[in-house]
């Protein structure tokens, strides 16, 4: 007798594995917990097409950041040649990433050009001479055009995150995908309408009032008034920094109205402040706002930090002054971040949002099709082969449980595409117990015993189950390379599928065989 | 209990040129339906576009959902959803105009005015023309992969020819290489891809792989054809079930071969078209066990899976039918057509 000791301690192995991995899982539905409390908190996911919720892809228009830092270099040279008295005689903007100086004739060409040179280093400098005039053509260098480029992806993803921290979804997964697409799912409930919008919107400016008649220490001890806000400053203030203030709740004016920001100097003490500029309709907002409430701070509010709270010192008619205490890099990085604050650099490419109701109705009509068609297959299975078919169904079982387990050990997701691998799956797996039934009746019929027709059948119907299940092993991965989603859903399942049926067909219900045939010792077969 | 007789004997390879041209007529369906429908029907995974899901507090005629919706000038599409009342409807908004800003909102909105009902959305899905093309690409960059490996691992296993079939997909990798430089479409570079495929095999005389390639095209084929002739869209989903089928068909012809290849050691003295018929009768019964056990799962999901799953789970009920045909019927016979060459 050959002794194949090793097969029943690889069944219980397993078997015990996957039940680890699916008890979380199942102690979460059963309680209906948020997520597992049991060890190893593994869990199986559901994919949005299942619980609901929403799946964007955006593309930020990296393209416009580039064209930004040009426009913003092309303001500072104009004020580097009047501060360095170069006499120009046009300026002009040639394309996307070049601009052209044409020097006043007067004018020492090659120092001027070494003075462009060396402030502007970020840009490759040429210099020709055309109908008689020098010009100097100043070029984004392409390592720059590249550095911004990835820059300012970089900063897009990091605001959409902070977008959606601040809307607070649930379980939100943020990822960059490519140089400039950002990958974002909001599973659960969500009001698509509001979270496109949040998303969608990049920089949040808001001009607020300082809420004077209250103290700020009161608040922080947890009697904030009501219409108040506590709000603190920014970070990197140096003087201010983290110390709180209380702000009105009330929203006067927001970014969406800005058309310009830039660095300017007091004429009079020589700091730098922040000029900016609104559309016409937030310039009358704004006019109306410092008319109204002149001689009360204004705080001005950047994704909920506040950068200063001046106050208002007459009524404010198109450019207005966002100072603090800046030096000039904290002045030039605030004018930076307003800038960006510029409305839809983000795009949204690829939106799904699905309710929870639709969800609901898909595992149920999932699960109602894989019950009857699992219980068919199962009556199928002990009708046509009576006792043999019985160890099949409790590998078909047994195959369930480990497609469950395999999904939570990988914390898969779980879609409905991939309840219909699962579905599939059950149909496929007793495949390879009919190929190993159906030629052990053959070695019956050619007059085998028992025991010998069983080995021959598992043995010979080996290969060609695992030949079988290969095939479809390669289409479910290159599927898995390639699809994207739901469609990545059934690839999963259907993989753990293939792989669990071949464990189930030729190990586990060949060690069932063979105690029935050894400790039992059954002489005849029930197939 | 057993369906099939143990002593079978159908003259299956008698019948082939019946089967040939059975095959050649469902064949010829798929083109014609496709050049009449002006090729392939794309659902908005790969046209792009929007579909939603929307569902009225109450019944409303379908004619008044489009009504509304003419009035939004939309150019939409209003299917019923479903089987229940009619309150759930799906709508498609062609390419040219889903990009447009708060597409939901505006469309949620402007319903409900106009027919005076509370809609809820209940699904709303957005394909921008750029994500379309990208994944129009990968679909066919994935049956490409598949129908590569595949044809690998098959003409390795059947022919224990490895190496060769290592070389030969490094050729194949190389045309495909080539021809993409020649700035070929996609589908034309698939085209190109299967050809050289189909050339490759005839010349380094695999005709196991070869006769399983051709069964797999030919249920590729035949189920796009069905889409085509019903109108069923091609989405992401649909492509993973070509995909299955091209997986799982296989396993019958794999049963088959693997019989064939026996008999041929045992019975080496047969003429090849007897040792392939009783091959095949030999292995009915598994082949059709094994198919039905799939095809009774895979019409549950099409009866009570819901809408969202339904034409994946008819591509699958087709793919499976047409597989476990061209099992017996095309891929055997390629066997023997092969054989008579010489």
């Given at each position: 007798?050959?002794?194949t ?12 594995a ?35 919720g ?6 930020v ?30 300026l ?18 090659d ?6 040179a ?22 984004l ?9 990835k ?35 909001l ?15 990049t ?52 970014g969406?109205y ?74 030039k ?28 109705d ?25 006792g ?30 991939g ?7 059950i ?8 190929l ?29 189950i ?5 095939t ?56 | ?16 040129r ?12 798929t ?32 004619e ?46 402007g ?18 023309p ?9 679909a ?21 020819k490895?190496?060769?079939?290592a ?11 080539i ?27 695999l ?14 084929i ?19 079930a ?6 799982y068909?296989?396993n ?45 799962v ?5 009866i009570?899976g ?16 047409v ?11 390629i ?8």
């Amino acid at each position: 007798m050959k002794t194949t000791s090793w097969r029943p301690i690889v069944v219980i192995v397993v078997v015990l594995a996957a039940l680890v991995y699916v008890l979380p899982t199942l102690q979460m539905v059963l309680e209906k917990k948020e997520s597992p409390t049991l060890w190893p908190y593994n869990k199986i996911n559901l994919g949005l097409d299942l619980q609901g919720g929403m799946h964007l892809v955006l593309q930020v228009d990296t393209d416009k950041a580039v064209e930004n830092t040009v426009d913003r270099s092309f303001d500072e040279l104009r004020a580097f040649m009047r501060q360095n008295d170069i006499r120009v005689a046009a300026l002009k903007r040639t394309d996307a990433t070049t601009f052209t100086v044409a020097l006043d004739e007067r004018e020492d060409a090659d120092r001027s050009k070494g003075l462009i040179a060396d402030e502007f280093r970020d840009f490759n400098l040429e210099d020709r001479t055309r109908e008689g005039q020098r010009e100097i053509v100043l070029q984004l260098k392409p390592d720059e055009i590249e550095r911004v480029k990835k820059l300012s992806f970089e900063k897009a993803v990091m605001k959409v995150r902070n977008r959606v921290d601040e809307y607070g979804a649930r379980e939100p997964d943020i990822r960059p995908q490519g140089e400039d697409r950002i990958i974002v799912q909001l599973p659960g409930v969500i009001d698509a309408d509001k979270a496109r919008k949040e998303i969608g919107r990049t920089g949040n400016l808001e001009f607020k009032l300082v809420d004077e008649t209250n103290d700020v220490r009161q608040a922080l001890s947890g009697s904030v008034p009501p219409g108040s806000e506590i709000r603190y400053y920014r970070k990197d203030d140096p003087d201010m920094a983290g110390r709180p203030i209380l702000l009105k709740k009330e929203t006067l004016l927001t970014g969406d109205y800005l058309s310009e920001a830039r660095v300017k100097f007091d004429p009079a003490n020589g700091q730098p402040y922040v000029a900016i500029k609104f559309n016409p309709k937030g310039a009358r907002i704004f006019a109306d706002i410092t008319e109204k409430h002149i001689h009360e701070r204004l705080a001005i509010v950047l994704d909920n930090e506040v950068y200063s709270a001046p106050e208002i010192q007459s009524k404010i008619t198109g450019e207005g002054m966002i100072t603090g205490n800046f030096t000039d890099d904290s002045a030039k990085s605030l004018a930076l971040v307003l800038r960006e604050a510029f409305p839809t650099p983000v795009k949204i490419l690829y939106e799904k949002s699905v309710g929870p109701s639709l969800g609901e109705d898909s595992i149920r009509k999932g699960l109602l099709s894989m019950l009857i068609g699992g219980v068919l297959v199962v009556l199928f299975m002990v009708v046509y082969y009576r006792g043999s078919g019985l160890i099949a169904d409790a590998a078909l079982l047994l195959n369930i449980i480990l497609i469950a387990g395999g999904l939570a050990a990988f914390n898969a997701t779980l879609t409905l595409p991939g309840i219909a691998g699962i579905i599939l799956t059950i149909g496929m797996a007793v495949d390879a117990n009919v190929l190993i039934y159906e030629r052990i009746r053959e070695e019956q019929r050619l007059g085998k015993t028992a025991r010998a027709a069983v080995d021959a059948g598992f043995d010979r119907a080996t290969l060609t189950i695992m030949d079988a299940n290969v095939t479809t092993l390669i289409a479910a991965i290159v599927l898995f390379q390639f699809g994207s989603g739901p469609v990545k859903g059934f690839a999963v399942t259907l993989s753990l599928g293939v792989i669990a049926s071949l464990f189930t067909a030729l190990i586990v219900s060949r060690t069932i065989f063979e105690f029935l045939l050894t400790k039992r010792s059954i002489k005849t077969l029930s197939i | 209990m057993q369906i099939i007789k143990p002593d079978v004997n159908i003259d299956f390879v008698g019948r082939r040129r019946f089967a040939y041209f059975v095959s050649a007529i469902l064949i010829l369906i798929t083109i014609v339906s496709l050049i009449f429908h002006g090729g392939p029907k794309y659902g908005i995974d790969f046209a792009g576009g929007a579909e939603l899901l929307i569902q009225f507090n109450q019944p409303l005629p379908i004619e008044e959902v489009k009504a509304a919706m003419n009035a939004l000038q939309l150019e939409a599409v209003v299917q019923k959803y479903g089987e229940e009342a009619e309150d759930f409807y799906r709508v498609l908004i062609p390419a040219a105009v889903a990009e447009q800003e708060n597409l939901a909102q505006t469309l949620k909105e402007g319903l409900a005015a106009r027919t005076q009902r509370q809609v809820t959305l209940e699904s709303f899905e957005m394909v921008g023309p750029q994500v379309g093309r990208d994944l129009r690409e990968k679909a066919l960059l994935a049956m490409f992969f598949a129908l590569l490996f595949i044809a690998v691992y098959i003409s390795g296993r059947f022919e224990l020819k490895w190496l060769l079939s290592a070389a030969m997909a490094g050729a194949l990798a190389f045309s495909v290489y080539i021809l993409r430089l020649a700035h070929l479409s996609i589908p034309m570079l698939m085209l190109a891809a299967v050809v050289v495929t189909l050339v490759l095999f005839y010349v380094l005389n695999l005709k196991y792989a070869m006769g399983a390639i051709v069964a797999l095209i030919h249920d590729v084929i035949i189920t796009v054809g069905f889409f085509s002739i019903f109108q069923k869209e091609f989405t992401l989903p649909i492509i993973a079930a070509l995909l299955t089928i091209i997986g799982y068909s296989l396993n019958d012809t794999i049963i088959v071969f693997d019989r064939i290849r026996e008999n041929l050691r045992k019975y080496h003295k047969l003429p090849l078209a007897e040792t392939i018929n009783r091959s095949i009768n030999e292995t009915l019964s598994r082949t059709i066990l094994t198919s039905g056990t799939t095809l009774i799962v895979v019409v549950m999901l099409f009866i009570f899976g819901g809408g969202i799953i339904h034409d994946f789970a008819f591509a699958l009920l087709v793919g499976i039918l047409v597989g476990t045909y061209s099992s017996i019927f095309v891929a055997s016979p390629i066997l023997l057509a092969w054989q008579k060459r010489k």
